[in-house]
C-alpha cells in the first residue's frame, strides 16, 4: 500500500503545482479551494492546503479510522512538504505554456492517475477526498461520483472568484476526473480466475 501511495503522490504533485494551480483549474478538493482562497486572502495556495489538510485529516481518524488515517497522513504529508519546497526553488508565475487545453489535459490524467492509486490503497490525498470516502463507506457509491458530491460545492464558487472560462474548465475538469478515477480504480481492482475442469 505505501509503494502504491509513493507511486501515486508524484503524478498528484506534479499534475497540481505545474499544471492545475497556475492555470487556477478547481476540480475540487483541498487542492482547489486553496488555489480559491489564495487568490481572495493573503495566503500561498501550500499555506492554504496545509491548514485545510489537518482539519480534514482529523475527521477522517475519527470517521474513516485509524487505518486509512496514517495512510492519509503519510500522503497529505508528502505532498504538503513537496508544494512547500517546489514554492522555493521552482516559484511558478504563470502557467508553463500557453497552451492552456493541454495543460488542462495533462492536469487531469496527472492528478486522476494519483488518486486512483491512493483510493486503490484505501488512502486519500487529504481534504475532501475524506468526506468522498466518508460517502464511499456510507453509501456503496463509486468513490469517483462520491468525489461529485463532496467537490461540487468548491468548483460552483469557481464561478463567482475566477472568470467563466475557468469555471466551465474546472466543471468539465470535476467530471472528466472523476470518470477516470473510477476506470482507473475498477482496472486496478481487477483480478482473473483460471479454473481447470479436469
Not at 81 to 106: C, H, W, Y
Not at 130 to 150: C, D, H, N, Y
Amino acid at each position: 500500500d505505501f509503494f502504491s501511495i509513493t507511486a501515486g503522490c508524484p503524478a498528484l504533485i506534479v499534475g497540481n503545482y505545474f499544471f492545475k494551480f497556475p492555470n487556477r483549474f478547481v476540480y475540487g478538493g483541498v487542492t482547489g479551494l486553496s488555489v480559491i482562497l489564495a487568490d481572495v486572502l493573503p495566503v500561498s495556495t501550500g499555506t492554504a492546503n496545509l491548514v485545510l489538510n489537518v482539519l480534514f485529516l482529523v475527521l477522517g481518524l475519527l470517521i474513516v479510522g485509524r487505518k486509512f488515517g496514517i495512510k492519509t497522513i503519510y500522503a497529505t504529508v508528502l505532498m504538503t512538504v513537496s508544494f512547500s519546497v517546489l514554492e522555493k526553488i521552482f516559484p511558478m508565475n504563470g502557467p508553463l505554456t500557453d497552451q492552456r487545453t493541454l495543460e488542462f489535459a495533462i492536469s487531469l490524467l496527472l492528478t486522476a492517475f494519483g488518486s486512483a492509486m491512493l483510493f486503490h490503497s484505501e488512502a486519500s490525498s487529504g481534504g475532501t477526498d475524506v468526506p468522498a470516502m466518508i460517502i464511499k463507506r456510507f453509501t456503496g457509491q463509486e468513490i469517483g461520483w462520491a468525489l461529485v458530491f463532496s467537490d461540487a460545492a468548491i468548483v460552483i464558487g469557481v464561478f463567482f472568484v475566477f472568470d467563466i472560462e475557468t469555471a466551465l474548465y474546472s466543471s468539465c475538469g470535476l467530471l472528466i476526473k472523476s470518470l477516470l478515477i473510477d476506470t482507473s480504480v475498477a482496472r486496478l481492482n481487477r483480478s482473473r480466475m483460471v479454473s481447470i475442469i479436469c
